[in-house]
């Protein structure tokens, strides 16, 4: 059910806004940044402990280009000890964008007139899934307008649906959403379709500048939207997706709210966020905003080389908004997740032909338009393992259990043979000769670099099983 601002209050105290502004600004203005203390903060989370609103402010506020690259070097450093050289790989699929909203910065504004406005019915829903399938993809994200016709009875069975498609060896095994904020009923629905993470970026913490770019809709209650995630844990879904939209205001003070976020979650819940995800602004359709809080590329790969030092055991997302050169230079020191072959507009994926972007049938530009074949080549040749793993959700290592494995670091036991199992299975059933052969000599470079911490004979055996035409083998 979609609530409007005047008929809801929030129904819990736990569930209150979070969001301090003059905090942050406290933390922001006075804090005072030097080569002992950016380092001392860099050396502590190296030790893969979360870091303090203060202590990310020292981070944030370090200006000498040195200590910058400092900061960089860290997350490097960091995501290597947390995550190995894994990129895990998703596509977005977007099933409909009605929507009642009016927000600035969107294309999919409700007075946008112009824009096509399609829901995809459930035999092109299966189409689209099985192009998607059919490209190798084993991870989605279904993305939804803010509309009365997306119930959460809706959501559950275009969930449904595309974990029922199944093409050849391949299927879909793992369904983010990406969609409006539900009251607590409308979360439990949509958890008893078995979904993954549930997705809702805050676009900005910072009242004044939300209450601005939201014009009208559901989505101007501030309070509605912040709390929506405490609701989907209450519910049972313990894998919650956050982020914020950069670009609407200062982005120092979009980094703490962020932190705040996950400092709440951890609090009331005893876990933080699965993933954090952060996005800027790109052109969108009739997009009005006030663009003097752009961010440029250098203070973009800050904002990611902090968020990776601040939040240690989050998983960081990168989509192709980028264009291809800042996502190949940011997955180095901190994103975990990034999409590949991405297609937002409705029906995309099952068209034979190559279509030319059209902003008026997209939410916002895409940047980065290679296929899911040209990633995953471009990320076999700089030694990463494309990954299309959903091992811990389907093993029940989510929330506070995927905390209990990943805080202490052995994540690396499960992940990184888990991802080559993946890679070899998109090797056989996807790849060209080139790139298979490729692939085949860094899974075996990936076995014996493991080899030196870890038994690695399971993990030759269960690729041999793969080659043999075993399917869905993990740990």
Known sequence: MIYTPEKYKLPDKRMQAFIDADEIWHYINSVKSSKERVREVISASLEKKRLSLEETAILLNATDPDLIDEIKDGARQLKIKVYGERIVLFAPLYIGNLCINNCAYCG???KNKDIHRITLDNEQLITEAKALVDNGHKRLILVFGEHPKYTPEFIAESVKTVYGVKSK???IRRVNINAAPLDIDGFRTIADAKIG????????????????????????????RLTSLDRAQEAGIDDVGIGALFGLYDWRFEVLGLLRHVNHFEAVYNVGPHTISFPRIQFASQLNIDKSHLVSDNDFLRIVSILRLAVPYTGLILTAREPAHIRDEIMSFGVSQIDGGTKIEMGAYSKKDEIQQDIEKEQFRINDTRSLAEIIEELIDKKYIPSFCTACYRKGRTGEHFMEFSVPGFIK???SPNALLTLAEYLEDYASEEVKNKGYLLIQEKINELSKEYKTGVVQEKIELIKQGKRDIYF
Request: proline share 3%; hydrophobic share 25%.
């Open 413 to 415: 036991r499960f992940c």
């Open 197 to 224: 993470t549930y997705q809702v970026f805050q676009e900005t913490y910072h009242a004044p500048t939300y209450d601005k770019v939201h014009l009208s809709g559901v989505k101007k209650n501030y309070e509605w």
């Open 108 to 110: 999919f504004k409700a």
């Open 169 to 171: 060896n391949g299927e």
